[in-house]
């Protein structure tokens, strides 16, 4: 799916330099390393404040305490999606409100969203899944309408961005609270795990940031409950290099996912992801739907081929043993489900590659039908 090995080998005569003076200097914590990482992301994304966290399940938990989420409050999160944004609204003991995506973009639901929101409704979590949004401008003027804050889990579609009243800004700026993960496959990636919160809230920030270090104002003096949850000086070294890769990556991303489209434009068997208008995509995943008695063959026959493909995701949150609980009707997300197939993606894939893939996908169908 991703060459992390050979994209190690391009990195490394840089960075194994400026890892071995972070060790020899042995700020492991809060080295210098961190802060201009920060600053330096912020930068990018054209936002007041990046706080660097230990992963992207930890930024949206801490994004949740930042708001004051708790016992008695709904988090309305989509039904389709990583496990991690139902485990922390469980977490901190609130209760997730599930709703259904769309079957074009795999996006949350507006009129689904609008209909479940209650006077309890503390926050809505939109997931840019796969590498781009929805219609954010709907979702915006709801939760303006009923003054509910958004925090937007931007794993997938940091870099990604989205045109607003003729102004274009990155995806994860336009909730009170952006979230990110650093996981060695996201768009930007370090060499363990890494996550960051992004607010233009100068108070969101400060609580933000007291969060991550144990509630804790200055040493020893803890206000409030927070967590540990810390980036790591050797990885803010990977990620400041790394940002500086992030536009060119995607640009290769972006053509890549043209070459797919081109090449199986003619197969009618399947539907091949469609961009919501306004979004620059991230394509994170390239991900078609498949017919779903075929899904898994397909997947096989490509891996008998040789070539790695994903199921993001096989179950919807409430089919996952541990959430059965908070029912909701989401037939979209359940037959999504069963069709969808992510291809690989990624900066380091050739245009061979990609022909092997399409024409390998092409030889399936035609054997088949
Ligand atoms: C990866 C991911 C996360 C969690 O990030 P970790 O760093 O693995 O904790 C959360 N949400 C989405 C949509 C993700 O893809």
Redesign the pocket.
């Known amino acids: 799916m991703i060459d992390l090995k050979a994209e190690y080998q391009l990195l490394k005569p840089i960075l194994e330099e400026e890892i071995i003076q972070v060790l020899e200097k042995a700020s492991y914590i809060k080295g210098e390393e961190v802060a201009l990482f920060e600053n330096n992301l912020a930068q990018y994304l054209k936002v007041k404040h990046v706080i660097s966290c ?7 938990q801490i994004a949740l305490m930042a708001l004051g989420i708790g016992i008695g409050d709904e988090v309305i999160i989509p039904a389709f ?5 139902i485990e922390v609204v469980c977490l901190l003991g609130a209760t997730p409100v599930l709703v259904d995506v769309d079957a074009d973009y795999f996006q949350i639901n507006n009129l689904d969203l609008e209909k479940v929101i209650t006077a309890k409704t503390k926050a809505i979590i939109p ?3 796969f590498g781009q949004s929805g219609n954010l401008e709907e979702l915006l003027q709801i939760a303006k309408k009923y003054n509910i804050p958004i925090i937007e ?4 579609a940091l870099g990604a961005k989205y045109m607003l009243h003729n102004e274009e800004k990155f995806l994860g700026t336009f909730g009170a609270i952006g ?5 060695p ?2 768009n930007l990636s370090c060499f363990g ?3 960051a919160l992004f607010t233009n809230d100068d108070e969101l920030a400060n609580t933000i940031r007291m969060i991550a270090n144990h509630g804790q104002v200055k040493k020893y003096e803890h206000e409030m409950v927070g967590i540990n949850s810390r980036l790591d000086t050797l990885q803010a070294v990977i990620l400041n290099h790394k940002l500086n890769l992030l536009s060119k990556n995607l640009s290769i991303k972006q053509n890549i996912a043209i070459q797919y489209l081109n090449e199986l434009v003619s197969l009618s068997f399947i539907q091949l992801p469609k961009v919501y208008q306004h979004n620059l995509h991230s394509w ?1 995943q390239f991900t078609i739907k498949v017919p779903d008695h075929q899904r898994d063959k397909l997947k096989s026959f490509l891996k008998h081929k040789g070539i790695e493909t994903m199921v ?1 995701y096989p179950k919807t949150l409430n089919q996952q043993k541990a959430y059965t609980r908070f029912r909701v009707y989401c037939p979209i997300s359940e037959d999504l489900c069963k069709g969808v197939l992510s291809l690989p993606i990624h900066p380091l894939l050739r245009k061979e590659d990609i022909n092997y893939v399409s024409n390998s996908i092409k030889a399936f169908f035609h054997a088949k039908n």
């Open positions: 230990g992963n992207g399940t930890d930024a949206l999606s990583y496990i991690a944004v997931v840019h899944l889990d931007n794993a997938q979230c990110t993960s650093f996981f496959t996201k795990d890494g996550g994170h993001y």
